[in-house]
Each structure stands twice: as structure tokens, then as C-alpha cells.
């Protein structure tokens, strides 16, 4: 059964840090591109970034670059987000995917999310 379950979300100040995680399990996680995505209250679920199943590519979307950074350790099965210069609009429930192919055709798997709060 596939598990996605992220954390490290918190309250921070503006201008500081959060290292966010993803411990994943149920699949091969070496073998697939993960993604980090957000939904801040009252608005639609966004992609934050992309990284490949390596690690050697990553995507970024444009408010994020320079500002978060995606990485992964397979030997872990973990999935990471390092977002730094946070700003109070990065306020958002912080979610991990996978899309992960299935006999069905490839199927979304989310975590429940973490919160992180961008306020002073």
C-alpha cells in the first residue's frame, strides 16, 4: 500500500526556514519522479517543484525559484523540501505526490499534508 506521509511544517517567521519531508513507502521509490505541491486556504492545489527519479533534474514553479530547494535520498525513501526566504504567501498545506503507474494507468497518491505558517 502505497504511503506518503510528509512533515516538518510549522510557524516561522518571515525571512526564515523549514525543511519539509516526505517518508514514502508501498512502491519502488527510486523509480519515480516526486513532487511537491501546495494549497494555500481559498485557493486551488499548485505544483511547487519536480524532481526526477535520480535526482539529477528538478522544476521549479516560478515564485519558488531561488527560494526552495527539492532533493531526495532513495536510500531513505524520503522526499525533501528546503524553503528558505519564506514569505507570508508561502503560507499553505504542503503536500507530497506520486504518480505511480498502475494497471489502471498511473494513478495520483497524496499525503495528508503539512502545515506551514508564515507569520510574525
Known amino acids: 500500500q502505497v504511503q506518503l506521509v510528509e512533515s516538518g511544517g510549522g510557524l516561522v517567521q518571515p525571512g526564515g526556514s523549514l525543511r519539509l519531508s516526505c517518508a514514502a513507502s508501498?512502491?519502488?521509490?527510486?523509480?519515480?519522479?516526486m513532487s511537491w505541491y501546495r494549497q494555500a486556504p481559498g485557493k486551488e492545489r499548485e505544483l511547487v517543484a519536480t524532481?526526477?527519479?535520480?535526482?539529477?533534474?528538478?522544476n521549479y514553479a516560478d515564485s519558488m525559484k531561488g527560494r526552495f530547494t527539492i532533493s531526495r535520498d532513495n536510500a531513505k525513501n524520503t522526499l525533501y523540501l528546503q524553503m528558505n526566504s519564506l514569505k507570508p504567501e508561502d503560507t499553505a498545506v504542503y503536500y507530497c505526490?506520486?504518480?505511480?503507474?498502475?494497471?489502471?494507468?498511473?494513478?495520483?497518491?497524496w499525503g495528508k499534508g503539512t502545515l506551514v505558517t508564515v507569520s510574525s
Open positions: 508501498g512502491f519502488t521509490f527510486s523509480t519515480y519522479a
Open positions: 505526490n506520486a504518480e505511480i503507474a498502475t494497471i489502471a494507468g498511473p494513478m495520483d497518491y
Open positions: 524532481i526526477t527519479r535520480a535526482g539529477g533534474s528538478t
